[in-house]
């Protein structure tokens, strides 16, 4: 019989102290284990979600929410930035190094019951052209569809794609559709709805917050009532005639000529609310100055070849009540406006160079019926974006329930947003080749308009003054849970010796050394602890494993009931030694048993 | 080792020290010898040294001077580890309260003996023992399940399991029904001469006592009892 035999049937003999204190151990590691998981499951998921592209650009602000909001759907929504300058990754002067560039919007979202989920206005490049992960051999995982499914097409407005989570959550399929709300509303809350986008296709689980996104056309985006407008209004208020001058200023002083191929664009956008409010928005002489400057940067800095289109004008109105409206932009200022710029850009480009005439556009957006006639002019509106009259009209009369008419969308009838009425929060880049992306994060952060992160670094910010503590503190937390189990069974085998010196005693008159019933005592606390452990992991795994299936409908990660944490492995040294030290108390106990005295009987 | 006897005793001496710091002697041994497979008897009433006697024998507690050699070897010069791994191969100790472990089972308890002898495992030889107890149906059994007059012989097959040279019984018929006294008695006796082990029993029933043809009482060997009082 070995000792570990004998410690074994000593176990048995106090099974209720052993089985409790086990329990005990097996908990505490059951909690190391599943924080250990956890963690590593959120920390692969949090760098898993932003893979298949080098940057993000959006707006100059929060490094952190930039990517939150872009790579995980999460935070508080951000700033937007010109789409123009998304356009610099298409056709300017970042296309020669970017192989990708997906433009997201955000700030839309679907509510279907009590749950929230993020519409994001894209391009189908997103799911084309991007990857959203490796394999563990290194190959590039692509989205796929659900058999049904497809990608949705940029020609088709309103069709979008949705993630796994959203359809086993919402109950969404192919051929349904959804009605986006305005602004990210809080669960439970309606937000202002748009209109229905068609489901065309749902996502392969991929493991990545997109699971639990939405994805429409950006152009049907666009489209949706108040989108043009608010970005619009943002742009005025946040950076005003003066900054959207000296943004052009610089793109020209820092750009050459061939850089200089996208056109500049101008947005100016009044934001009146009172009557009175509207002119100070941007004053008579303010507009003149800015649009002169503008175009004479444009004549100074490019030459006349690399005007291959033509600049844009946008001027959006947006007033609230209908006696604000008119005075938003007066007749003579619209009429001025055009007049010099025909006038700036015939001065400048040569006949080949104007391929395609000018256009300016203007919106307005109002959010009363009533205050929709005014708003626009007949002359307005066909100078603005040759929308169909028709579906104006009936914007106009149904308010903002679309949920009746969804269907009456023909793609057909829909024409763009002109680009200088629109705005994108990100861009998505995937640099043209390993290293490019330092040069354009460079270019883009020493500008004024936009910033670039690298979400991997943010997310091992993150991670390391966030998450990484809360981590450390957990498992503290945890390992004490264990700690204290130790010290359970140091208390419960130290409690048992009184009665078991007599055992020891015989053990010793039968010829055990000292040693070897100390050394009985530490296999006792050894094996406790051991089963314990092993108890623990497997009780760990367990619950990972039952509640699996609740975060993988809540997050889109799968925890993974036999996904192991290397970490784990510290766990049967740590556990060894801390028996033997939970051990030692009364292993020293049973070594300094006075045989003599123990074993009765008389002197 | 051409010496033909198993134990001797010679000047041993041994005194407990009072909590006062009074010294109280408890054994004071000229000579005392065991030749090999003799049966011995020592008689004596409760609290004269008879356990620590034993104990002094089997080398549990040390004494205080005077050589004391089992089968030749001088266990008091022996350290404590060597002691106890001696004892374990040459020494079978049959107690007066059994102190059978609770947990093991009989013939566990038998192989418990073979454990920390540091060699020798002889799983077959526990069945055997405990058979020619008669327990061969029991061996399973713990010993809350076995009878007193059984736990005693698992006892005293625990004892025999390492084929000592010399076997101490302290007492071992004290707690044992009278009507099983005897079996006690006679399967020490007979498995002691037949494994050919010497046997050193002490008890203070004269019945017992009368048995052996040797008997020794434990005033004459002990001197310290003597003048002690």
Same mark, same amino acid.
């Not at chain 1, 929504?77 to 919007?105: H, R, W």
């Not at chain 1, 914007?395 to 679309?402: M, Q, V």
């Not at chain 2, 418990?112 to 495992?121: E, I, Q």
């Given at each position: ?508 008159? +039968? /010829?055990?050394? *000292?040693?070897? #019933?100390?050394?009985? %005592?530490?296999?006792?606390? @050894?094996? &406790? ?29 799968? +925890? /993974?009931?036999? *996904?192991?944490? #290397?970490?784990?492995? %510290?766990?049967?040294?740590? @556990?060894? &030694? ?26 | ?229």
């Amino acid at each position: 019989m070995s000792l570990w035999k004998i410690a074994w049937r000593s176990i048995q003999q106090r099974a209720l102290a052993s089985t409790l204190t086990g329990f005990s151990m097996a908990l505490g590691v059951a909690l190391v284990v599943v924080v250990l998981v956890i963690h590593g499951v959120v920390e692969r998921h949090f760098r898993q979600g932003a893979q298949g592209y080098h940057l993000i650009v959006g707006a100059k602000g929060g490094k952190l929410q930039l990517v939150l909001n872009t790579v995980y759907h999460l935070s508080q929504p951000i700033e937007n930035i010109p789409y123009s300058y998304y356009k610099e990754f298409v056709d300017g002067q970042f296309a020669s190094m970017t192989l990708v560039a997906v433009p997201y919007c955000l700030g839309d979202s679907y509510v279907a019951g009590d749950e929230t989920f993020r519409v994001v206005g894209t391009t189908p490049d997103l799911f084309d052209k991007i990857e959203y992960g490796r394999t563990e051999q290194g190959e590039p995982m692509r989205y796929e569809f659900e058999p049904g499914g497809r990608n949705f097409v940029s020609q088709h407005f309103f069709e979008g794609v949705i993630g796994s989570v959203v359809t086993a959550k919402t109950g969404l399929k192919v051929g349904d559709t959804f009605q986006p709300s305005h602004d990210i509303v809080e669960e439970g809350e309606e937000g202002h709805k748009h209109d229905a986008f068609k489901v065309v296709g749902v996502l392969e689980p991929t493991g990545t917050p997109n699971d639990r996104a939405l994805f429409i056309n950006i152009e049907g985006f666009y489209l949706l009532e108040g989108h043009a407008k608010s970005h619009a209004q943002s742009a005025a208020q946040k950076t005003g005639p003066q900054p959207v001058a000296q943004t052009f200023l610089s793109v020209q002083a820092a750009g050459d000529g061939d850089v200089s191929t996208a056109s500049p664009r101008i947005s100016l956008a009044s934001n009146p609310t009172p009557k009175q409010a509207l002119s100070p928005a941007l004053s008579q002489r303010e507009r003149e100055m800015l649009v002169a400057q503008t175009f004479l940067s444009v004549q100074e800095g490019g030459d006349a070849d690399s005007l291959t289109t033509p600049p844009r004008i946008s001027l959006a109105s947006s007033p609230t009540t209908p006696h604000a409206l008119s005075p938003a932009l007066s007749q003579r200022e619209r009429a001025m406006l055009v007049a010099q710029t025909f006038l700036s850009v015939q001065e400048g480009g040569d006949a080949d160079s104007l391929t395609t005439p000018p256009r300016i556009s203007l919106a307005s957006s109002p959010t009363t019926p009533h205050a929709l006639s005014p708003a626009l002019s007949q002359r307005e509106r066909e100078l603005i974006a040759q929308a169909d009259p028709a579906e104006h009209a009936e914007h106009d009369h149904a308010g903002h329930d679309h949920a009746d008419h969804a269907h009456a969308h023909d793609h057909a009838h829909h024409e763009p947003l002109p680009e200088a009425q629109r705005e994108v929060t990100s861009i998505l880049v995937l640099a043209s080749f390993e290293g490019m992306q330092q040069f354009i994060y460079n270019m883009v952060n020493e500008g004024q308009v936009a910033q670039a992160v690298y979400p991997s670094r943010e997310v091992e910010n993150l991670f390391a003054g966030i998450v990484g503590p809360l981590r450390l503190i957990l498992l503290v937390l945890t390992v004490m849970i264990v700690v204290v189990s130790g010290v359970g069974i140091l208390v419960s085998i130290y409690n048992s010796m009184s009665e078991r010196r007599r055992d020891i005693a015989v053990m010793r008159a +039968l /010829g055990a050394r *000292r040693g070897m #019933v100390m050394s009985v %005592i530490m296999m006792e606390s @050894l094996l &406790i602890s051991l089963a314990g452990g092993i108890a623990g992991v497997a009780l760990g795994h367990a619950a990972i494993g039952l509640v699996n299936p609740f975060v993988v409908e809540q997050t889109g990660v799968s +925890l /993974g009931f036999l *996904r192991f944490d #290397v970490q784990e492995l %510290i766990l049967i040294p740590g @556990l060894m &030694i801390l028996a033997t030290l939970a051990g030692f108390l009364p292993a020293m106990a049973a070594y300094r048993t006075d045989v003599a005295r123990s074993l009765g009987g008389t002197p | 080792m051409s010496d033909s006897r198993t134990l001797l005793l010679q000047d041993v001496k041994k005194a407990f020290v009072e909590p006062g710091g009074e010294k109280l002697p408890v054994l004071d041994i000229p000579r005392f010898e065991v030749a090999q497979g003799e049966q011995v008897v020592i008689r004596g009433a409760s609290g004269c040294g008879k356990t620590t006697l034993l104990h002094a024998i089997a080398g549990i507690g040390r004494v205080d001077s005077g050589s004391i050699r089992v089968d030749g070897t001088e266990i008091t010069r022996l350290a404590e580890a060597d002691r106890d791994r001696f004892r374990a191969r040459n020494i079978g100790y049959v107690f007066q309260t059994f102190n059978l472990l609770a947990g093991f089972s009989a013939l566990e308890n038998v192989l418990l003996g073979m454990t920390f002898t540091g060699g020798r495992k002889e799983p077959q030889r526990g069945r055997e023992l405990l058979d020619r107890m008669g327990l061969s149906h029991r061996l399973t059994h713990k010993p809350a399940a076995l009878s007193v007059g059984e736990q005693q012989r698992v006892a005293v097959a625990r004892a025999l399991a390492n084929r000592p040279k010399l076997m101490l019984a302290d007492e071992p018929t004290a707690n044992v029904d009278p009507g099983h006294q005897q079996q006690i008695i006679d399967l020490i006796r007979e498995s002691c001469r037949a494994e050919g082990v010497a046997l050193v029993l002490v008890t203070h029933a004269a019945e017992v006592a009368s048995q052996f043809d040797r008997v020794e009482e434990l005033e004459s060997i002990n001197k310290a009892m003597v003048t002690a009082s």
